[in-house]
């Protein structure tokens, strides 16, 4: 038998080539604010500024290289892409983030410099088919999964739609851990006829 993967949903994960150890400790220096809503020890920090890729130009570089790739295997006719904002989070031993997507954005990723043992992402199905039949299944794959957990690792950059709801997985290391966020959108000419938009 072959299994059709009809309308799958996509990562693309890189291994980026930078000064990552530079990167972790100038993120060490930036501030941070809360997010929390009633539990401060349990919540992610978010970074004070959103546009921390001004500190690190070798990685934004890279990051947009990476998001032209992503996009090509995808066919996509949007020839210009930017990076519409980034920010960094961190999070301390045992804190972690809800499940939520990114609002009015194309694409979004997120690059670790440095990963320890414990630091993951999870990601949720986008769509919920267990309103009337529950499924139960022997095992977990591809096919049956409603949330899929990666464990990061140094210099790793992922990059998806905006629209895939993800979240920082309880932090299970000794050690604060710090990534960095980002939106993107197409610019220029997109679409066509009465669909087109001018994005500058
Ligand atoms: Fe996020």
């Known amino acids: 038998m072959t299994m059709i993967a009809m309308f799958p949903?996509?990562?693309?994960?890189?291994?980026?080539?930078?000064?990552?150890?530079?990167i972790l400790d100038k993120l060490k220096k930036i501030k941070y604010k809360d997010t929390?809503?009633?539990?401060?020890?349990?919540?992610a920090l978010i970074s004070d500024e959103y546009n921390v890729l001004k500190y690190f130009p070798s990685l934004k570089k890279q990051?947009?290289?990476?998001?032209?790739?992503?996009?090509?295997?995808?066919?996509?006719?949007?020839?210009?892409?930017?990076?519409?904002?980034?920010?960094?989070?961190k999070t301390k031993p045992k804190a972690f983030s809800q499940f939520h997507s990114h609002s009015?954005?194309?694409?979004?990723?997120?690059?670790?410099?440095?990963?320890?043992?414990?630091?993951?992402?999870?990601f949720q199905k986008p769509y919920d088919d267990t309103v009337?039949?529950?499924?139960?299944?022997?095992?977990?794959?591809y096919?049956?999964?409603?949330?899929f957990t990666l464990p990061v690792r140094d210099n790793l950059l992922l990059i998806f739609h905006s629209y895939l709801k993800h979240r920082?997985?309880?932090?299970?290391?000794?050690?604060?851990?710090?990534?960095?966020a980002f939106n993107i959108t197409p610019k220029?000419?997109?679409?066509?006829?009465?669909k087109l938009i001018n994005i500058s």
């Open 63 to 89: 990051i947009l290289k990476k998001v032209y790739e992503y996009s090509n295997e995808h066919k996509y006719m949007n020839e210009k892409y930017k990076i519409q904002c980034s920010w960094s989070t």
């Open 104 to 122: 009015h954005s194309f694409f979004s990723g997120v690059y670790y410099p440095v990963a320890k043992r414990g630091f993951n992402i999870s």
């Open 168 to 180: 920082i997985e309880s932090n299970e290391a000794f050690e604060d851990r710090y990534s960095i």
């Open 188 to 194: 220029g000419l997109i679409g066509y006829d009465d």
């Open 9 to 22: 949903t996509t990562i693309g994960e890189f291994d980026l080539k930078v000064d990552n150890n530079k």
């Open 143 to 147: 096919f049956n999964c409603s949330q």
């Open 36 to 43: 929390y809503v009633n539990n401060k020890e349990a919540s």
């Open 132 to 141: 009337f039949w529950d499924k139960y299944v022997q095992s977990h794959n």
